[in-house]
């Protein structure tokens, strides 16, 4: 096996002038679709699982005063950052299937073209 000569067309492949096919714009055209959920949920995911941590670690004398009153505002967060969640999920899903129908015609159309050819 030449490594120079797969080095070289590697090399070749990256520097020559990419043209905008028929596949790279179906595949922008999913990404396009996927995105906004995609991002959507990590940010929720993110946010809701840090103020669990918050709820946490008031309930466990880590932050706070250590009286009752600050045992029962942590635990009420934590189940606050729980149920944020746990409904993360089934949001996602309604998003990524409202993205998609968004773009579906355009995606079949093209997916119809590139497999026409």
Known sequence: MNTDKIYAEHLANEYAPKDDSKVIALRKLDAKAKLPATVFTYTIGILCALIAGVGMCLSMKVIGSGSSVSFVLGVIIGLVGLAGMGI??????????KGKQKYAFEIMELAKEISGE
């Open 88 to 97: 993360n999920y089934p949001v996602y899903k309604k998003m990524l299937a």
